[in-house]
């Protein structure tokens, strides 16, 4: 109860959802309803208000059709339950493929969202990997318009910064993407960025200026709706390795806390970290000397 409190309590203070992405230290991947409910009573008794759902938990879906007629029932309790504890829903598919797949993925994804009210559906925007990344960008923005404007889906689409090097989807592509895009918003894997630039976010200074920069871009009413996604990284010449904790990182979450004080942001912060909760847990005896 204790821990509740004070994780309720940082939140509060600083504005921003806190949460986990895939799961618990118990079920560190979501990939049934059953196991969804789980996850959800673990974040709430910790006191974290969000969870980004991987595409593990949806893999059986094949179809919009299957997805009403076998699936509905259970997308629909995770949302009351998810409703009932005020825990924030997104959705993670880190992976589409590319065509002739993509348009059935992405369409099914999209009806997922709309049916468990997900803030937002997160994709890496590399589903077409074997072209230049200018012509790759192109047909990323060509899809994601026809697929909103087709759907009329009320969540929004996600475009997230990705880790390796020869990957679209660094800070400038993400920005110009969301810029040329509706219904959609720039995720800001802190990780991915970290690796992607060889280690650079080593003091608030670098994290305060992508983020002016994405403000600038975007608009400022971002500063009011942003989405985060932190953890610990490895990684070498061509970019991300592997995720670890956040302990054992050389990218300090206190530069970004201090940035998102500075700067008065809201929104969600993500944390994807090996021991889910339980890694969380231990940062919060940081966050809260930080979160006055």
Same mark, same amino acid.
């Given at each position: 109860?204790?821990?509740?409190?004070?994780?309720?309590?940082?939140?509060?203070?600083?504005?921003? $959802?806190?949460?986990?992405?895939?799961?618990?230290?118990?079920?560190?991947?979501?990939?049934?309803?059953?196991?969804?409910?789980?996850?959800?009573?673990?974040?709430?008794?910790?006191?974290?208000?969000?969870?980004?759902?991987?595409?593990?938990?949806?893999?059986?879906?094949?179809? #919009?059709?299957?997805?009403?007629?076998?699936? @509905?029932?259970?997308?629909?309790?995770?949302?009351?339950?998810?409703?009932? @504890?005020? #825990?924030?829903?997104?959705?993670?598919?880190?992976?589409?493929?590319?065509?002739?797949?993509?348009?059935? *993925?992405?369409?099914? @994804?999209?009806?997922?969202?709309?049916?468990?009210?997900?803030?937002?559906?997160?994709?890496?925007?590399?589903?077409?990997?074997?072209?230049?990344?200018?012509?790759?960008?192109?047909?990323?923005?060509?899809?994601?318009?026809? *697929?909103?404007?087709?759907?009329?889906?009320?969540?929004?689409?996600? *475009?997230?910064?990705?880790?390796?090097?020869? /990957?679209?989807?660094?800070?400038? /592509?993400?920005?110009?993407?969301?810029?040329?895009?509706?219904?959609?918003?720039?995720?800001?894997?802190?990780?991915?960025?970290?690796?992607?630039?060889?280690?650079?976010?080593?003091?608030?200074?670098?994290?305060?200026?992508?983020?002016?920069?994405?403000?600038?871009?975007?608009?400022?009413?971002?500063?009011?709706?942003?989405?985060?996604?932190?953890?610990?990284?490895? @990684?070498?010449?061509?970019?991300? #390795?592997?995720?670890?904790?956040?302990?054992?990182?050389?990218?300090?979450?206190?530069?970004?806390?201090?940035?998102?004080?500075?700067?008065? *942001?809201?929104?969600?912060?993500?944390?994807?970290?090996?021991? $889910?909760?339980? /890694?969380?847990? /231990?940062?919060?005896?940081?966050?809260?000397?930080?979160?006055?």
């Amino acid at each position: 109860m204790l821990i509740r409190k004070k994780s309720l309590k940082i939140q509060e203070r600083l504005g921003m $959802r806190m949460g986990a992405a895939y799961g618990s230290s118990r079920i560190p991947v979501i990939k049934t309803p059953s196991e969804a409910l789980s996850v959800l009573e673990d974040l709430y008794r910790v006191g974290f208000r969000a969870l980004l759902l991987p595409k593990e938990l949806f893999d059986n879906i094949n179809n #919009i059709s299957d997805l009403y007629k076998e699936h @509905y029932t259970n997308l629909l309790k995770i949302k009351t339950i998810a409703s009932k @504890y005020n #825990i924030e829903l997104a959705i993670h598919n880190h992976s589409l493929p590319g065509e002739p797949m993509l348009d059935n *993925i992405f369409k099914i @994804y999209c009806n997922i969202a709309n049916v468990m009210d997900a803030r937002v559906f997160v994709v890496h925007p590399n589903f077409y990997s074997r072209m230049p990344k200018d012509q790759a960008s192109r047909l990323v923005v060509y899809k994601i318009n026809e *697929i909103v404007n087709e759907l009329r889906i009320r969540s929004k689409i996600g *475009i997230e910064t990705t880790g390796r090097v020869g /990957d679209l989807g660094s800070v400038e /592509d993400v920005i110009d993407m969301v810029k040329r895009t509706t219904k959609t918003e720039p995720i800001l894997n802190w990780a991915h960025i970290h690796a992607r630039s060889s280690g650079a976010l080593t003091s608030e200074n670098d994290f305060r200026r992508i983020l002016d920069n994405v403000r600038a871009e975007v608009g400022q009413y971002w500063l009011n709706e942003a989405y985060f996604i932190f953890s610990g990284i490895s @990684y070498g010449p061509s970019g991300a #390795i592997q995720h670890k904790p956040v302990v054992r990182s050389d990218m300090k979450l206190e530069h970004l806390i201090k940035s998102i004080q500075t700067l008065n *942001i809201k929104g969600t912060l993500i944390f994807e970290t090996p021991n $889910r909760e339980k /890694d969380i847990v /231990d940062m919060l005896h940081e966050l809260g000397d930080m979160v006055r």
